[in-house]
């Protein structure tokens, strides 16, 4: 119900900002991924 909401209001505000703030949140998602798969082979290479 929140994330609705908030999704309207910016799209009403500004649909850029979304679109950059969702971008940036990607990426860190994805470096937060990286990273975990480097310390995992990490780990199995021993």
């Known amino acids: 119900m929140l994330?609705?909401?908030s999704f309207a209001?910016?799209?009403v505000l500004d649909?850029?900002?979304y679109l950059?703030?969702?971008k940036s949140?990607?990426?860190g998602a994805l470096r937060?991924?990286?990273?975990s798969l480097?310390?995992?082979t990490r780990l199995l290479d021993g």
């Open 15 to 17: 649909p850029d900002d």
């Open 32 to 35: 937060s991924a990286a990273a």
């Open 3 to 5: 994330t609705i909401g």
């Open 9 to 11: 209001r910016v799209d």
């Open 38 to 40: 480097r310390n995992l």
């Open 25 to 27: 949140r990607r990426l």
């Open 20 to 22: 950059r703030d969702w």
